[in-house]
C-alpha cells in the first residue's frame, strides 16, 4: 500500500487534532465550573447550619440543662464545695 502525503489530508487531520484539543479544553472548563458550583453549595451550607445553631444558641441563653446518665437514669452531677481564698 502507497501512501502520499497531500495538503488535503494534512488539513484535515490538523483540524481533527485541534478539534479533539478544544473538546478536551471544553470539557474541563465544564467539569472546573461544576466543581466550583458544589464548593459552593458546601460553603453555603455550611454558613447556614452555623448561623442556625448560632441561632439557637442565643435561645438557649439563661436556661438551665439537667444531663442525666442514660445507663443508670440518675444525674451524674456531683456537688462541689467551694472555698474563700484570702
Given amino acids: 500500500m502507497i501512501v502520499e502525503a497531500s495538503l488535503p489530508g494534512l488539513l484535515r487531520t490538523l483540524f481533527i487534532i485541534g478539534g479533539v484539543f478544544l473538546l478536551l479544553r471544553f470539557l474541563g472548563q ?3 465550573a461544576k466543581r466550583n458550583m458544589e464548593e459552593e453549595r458546601r460553603v453555603n451550607k455550611n454558613k ?4 442556625e445553631q448560632k441561632a439557637k444558641a442565643r435561645g438557649d441563653i439563661g436556661k438551665t440543662k439537667i444531663l442525666r446518665n442514660k445507663k443508670t437514669g440518675q444525674s451524674s452531677i456531683e456537688d462541689v464545695e467551694f472555698e474563700e481564698v484570702d
Avoid at 447556614?48 to 448561623?51: G, L, N, R
Fill in 48 to 51: 447556614s447550619d452555623f448561623k
Fill in 30 to 32: 465544564l467539569m472546573i
